[in-house]
């Protein structure tokens, strides 16, 4: 539900989201404890939305033209999780 708002307002801007299976996975692991469930998942989303809004500002997106694609590094194993999302732009 959270990654779908993000979509919602990323394609106001002519942004179009897409996320690879291993990064869902991995928001997954991110935004969940076991004390507090999954509400820690928006908090998770909103790091990712910063990332985001950093490429907007440099002007790093061509309106209607740009995608984000949201993907897991699962390459180097003995990275914390938090540093093995990784955002591509596109456009």
């Known amino acids: 539900m959270q990654l779908d708002c993000l979509n919602k307002r990323l394609i106001q801007r002519g942004i ?6 291993a990064a869902l996975d991995l928001l ?3 935004g969940f404890d ?3 469930g999954a509400r820690p998942v928006k908090r998770v989303i ?5 990332e985001i809004a950093l490429h907007i ?3 790093d997106f061509k309106e ?4 984000v694609v949201v993907d897991a590094d699962e390459s180097h194993k ?11 732009v596109y456009g």
Not at 16 to 21: A, I, K, R, W
Not at 46 to 50: D, S
Not at 64 to 67: A, I
């Open 64 to 67: 209607d033209e740009s995608m």
């Open 57 to 59: 500002l440099r002007g």
């Open 16 to 21: 179009y989201l897409g996320y690879t299976p």
């Open 78 to 88: 003995d990275l914390p999780l938090q540093k093995k999302l990784l955002i591509y």
């Open 28 to 30: 997954g692991n991110l």
């Open 46 to 50: 909103q790091q990712m939305e910063n």
């Open 34 to 36: 076991a004390n507090f």
